[in-house]
């Protein structure tokens, strides 16, 4: 049976079919326990380490966190947007075959860590160290959490993540106790192959054969997942530089002030989190219909995640500068008037989060790959020329339209009608195409 027929019988698609409310409700609870796990390894390591031993546990982190998008882009997304509108079958043999390519190269990329934080040495290797041993179970249970929420089982993807906070909880004494990086951050991966195990309690699927999966990967999964893995590169690279380039232009003081202004926004990031769990498989299965209900569900999602960060930016607005100087000290309220651009920015995002989605669930890569270089261009751009002319408030600005280029991007891009594809495998287009 071809991976790419698609049942017309309800029956066929099994749990996938689960209400959509009821999914995008399970996303928050999941997204919200998700966000504490991280949050609280933050809190251990700066309360039990310092100001020294935080920052080296940021750099493991930030290194897993780029992998993690690799993922999702290469692996994770292409195998949802392609999957979705199938069978209970034929999703489930995609899943082993995803399962298989996450273990390897997960696999892969831990012995790299390991590698590299020998080399290394200092504080940079010994970040890659700490993470080393935990990424492939981290790794895991971020696939497999996305793959409930495709098969309907949201409840059990926030059931999973309740587990690594409960655990890390749990283990806190410990922490406490010794007081040691590696400590602290075994605990995080701990609850992260419990969460991992609870997971997979919930859709046992076994891992793939190897020459399935790689043949998956690289005949289905690859026509997408490679624009999708360059984007998350694109956004990488641009976030890095820009911050690089403004900590010259503004300086040091300014940078850590827009920095406190974006953190207050930081909720909201959960909220668009939440979205995208359950949003990917909703407009896949929506598409495999018509790309009209498809558009008519992403712009509800939009219009609903818009009024949220409406609601919030109202709170904001009311509390805003009592709680940039409470939580951050008083040498922050020289700041307070960029909570406009940053809640600008944040609504700007909320406005185009769903049609983002919509492009991935129709495997347009390239249009997604362009949004990305075309969004870090400007915004590097815009936020360094404004900071030189106008300081940390143009900065700000800068920052905010290049936020506006690429919603508007992805907006339009989403609204143009996409030809039908000839063949089973996306195609890339040529130069008489252009960005369909």
Same mark, same amino acid.
Request: a positive charge; glycine letters at 12%.
């Given at each position: 049976?071809?991976?790419?027929?698609?049942?017309?019988?309800?029956?066929?698609?099994?749990?996938?079919?689960?209400?959509?409310?009821?999914?995008?409700?399970?996303?928050?609870?999941?997204?919200?326990?998700?966000?504490?796990?991280?949050?609280?390894?933050?809190?251990?390591?700066?309360?039990?380490?310092?100001?020294?031993?935080?920052?080296?546990?940021?750099?493991?982190?930030?290194?897993?966190?780029?992998?993690?998008?690799?993922?999702?882009?290469?692996?994770?997304?292409?195998?949802?947007?392609?999957?979705?509108?199938?069978?209970?079958?034929?999703?489930? +043999?995609?899943?082993?075959?995803?399962?298989?390519?996450?273990?390897?190269?997960?696999?892969?990329?831990?012995?790299?860590?390991?590698?590299?934080?020998?080399?290394?040495?200092?504080?940079?290797?010994?970040?890659?160290?700490?993470?080393?041993?935990?990424?492939?179970?981290?790794?895991?249970?971020?696939?497999?959490?996305?793959?409930?929420?495709?098969?309907?089982?949201?409840?059990?993807?926030?059931?999973?993540? &309740?587990?690594?906070?409960?655990?890390?909880?749990?283990?806190?004494?410990?922490?406490?106790?010794?007081?040691?990086?590696?400590?602290?951050?075994?605990?995080?991966?701990?609850?992260?192959?419990?969460?991992?195990?609870?997971?997979?309690?919930?859709? +046992?699927?076994?891992?793939?054969?190897?020459?399935?999966?790689?043949?998956?990967?690289?005949?289905?999964?690859?026509?997408?997942?490679?624009?999708?893995?360059?984007?998350?590169?694109?956004?990488?690279?641009?976030?890095?530089?820009?911050?690089?380039?403004?900590?010259?232009?503004?300086?040091?003081?300014?940078?850590?002030?827009?920095?406190?202004?974006? &953190?207050?926004?930081?909720?909201?990031?959960?909220?668009?989190?939440?979205?995208?769990?359950?949003?990917?498989?909703?407009?896949?299965?929506?598409?495999?219909?018509? +790309?009209?209900?498809?558009?008519?569900?992403?712009?509800?999602?939009?219009?609903?995640?818009?009024?949220?960060?409406?609601?919030?930016?109202?709170?904001?607005?009311?509390?805003?500068?009592?709680?940039?100087?409470?939580?951050?000290?008083?040498?922050?309220?020289?700041?307070?008037?960029?909570?406009?651009?940053?809640?600008?920015?944040?609504?700007?995002?909320?406005?185009?989060?769903?049609?983002?989605?919509?492009?991935?669930?129709?495997?347009?890569?390239?249009?997604?790959?362009?949004?990305?270089?075309?969004?870090?261009?400007?915004?590097?751009?815009? &936020?360094?020329?404004?900071?030189?002319?106008?300081?940390?408030?143009?900065?700000?600005?800068?920052?905010?339209?290049?936020? &506006?280029?690429?919603?508007?991007?992805?907006?339009?891009?989403?609204?143009?009608? +996409?030809?039908?594809?000839?063949?089973?495998?996306?195609?890339?287009?040529?130069?008489?195409?252009?960005?369909?």
């Amino acid at each position: 049976m071809s991976t790419k027929s698609i049942s017309t019988e309800q029956g066929d698609l099994g749990t996938a079919k689960a209400p959509a409310g009821r999914g995008f409700a399970w996303g928050f609870v999941a997204q919200g326990f998700s966000s504490a796990v991280n949050f609280g390894l933050a809190v251990m390591a700066g309360q039990l380490l310092g100001p020294k031993g935080l920052g080296v546990v940021f750099i493991g982190s930030v290194a897993y966190q780029f992998v993690l998008g690799l993922q999702r882009g290469i692996i994770t997304q292409p195998l949802i947007a392609g999957g979705a509108p199938l069978t209970t079958p034929e999703r489930h +043999r995609l899943a082993q075959s995803g399962l298989t390519i996450v273990v390897v190269s997960g696999f892969v990329f831990a012995v790299a860590f390991g590698l590299a934080g020998f080399a290394l040495g200092g504080d940079l290797g010994r970040g890659l160290l700490l993470f080393a041993p935990w990424t492939l179970a981290g790794l895991l249970q971020e696939f497999w959490k996305a793959v409930l929420f495709q098969e309907g089982k949201g409840r059990t993807s926030a059931v999973s993540e &309740a587990t690594r906070l409960t655990v890390m909880a749990l283990l806190l004494p410990f922490a406490l106790s010794h007081r040691n990086d590696y400590i602290i951050v075994g605990i995080w991966g701990i609850a992260a192959a419990i969460g991992f195990v609870v997971a997979f309690l919930g859709l +046992r699927v076994p891992p793939g054969r190897p020459a399935e999966a790689l043949s998956w990967l690289r005949h289905e999964a690859w026509a997408l997942g490679r624009w999708l893995g360059a984007r998350e590169i694109v956004y990488q690279l641009g976030t890095y530089s820009t911050v690089t380039a403004l900590a010259v232009v503004i300086g040091s003081a300014n940078l850590g002030g827009l920095r406190s202004a974006e &953190a207050l926004f930081s909720p909201f990031s959960l909220i668009a989190a939440a979205f995208l769990l359950p949003a990917l498989p909703a407009l896949s299965r929506e598409l495999a219909i018509s +790309r009209r209900a498809a558009q008519r569900l992403a712009l509800r999602i939009s219009v609903v995640a818009v009024a949220i960060g409406a609601s919030y930016l109202a709170v904001m607005a009311v509390l805003g500068r009592w709680l940039l100087t409470h939580l951050f000290g008083r040498s922050f309220a020289p700041f307070g008037g960029l909570i406009w651009p940053m809640a600008t920015a944040q609504l700007l995002g909320a406005a185009s989060l769903a049609f983002g989605v919509l492009l991935i669930a129709e495997t347009r890569g390239l249009v997604l790959l362009a949004a990305a270089i075309v969004g870090a261009t400007t915004t590097f751009g815009f &936020a360094t020329s404004l900071g030189l002319t106008n300081g940390v408030t143009g900065a700000a600005w800068g920052l905010t339209i290049g936020a &506006a280029v690429s919603a508007v991007f992805l907006v339009a891009a989403a609204g143009r009608r +996409r030809e039908p594809q000839t063949s089973e495998a996306p195609s890339v287009p040529g130069p008489q195409e252009g960005l369909r």
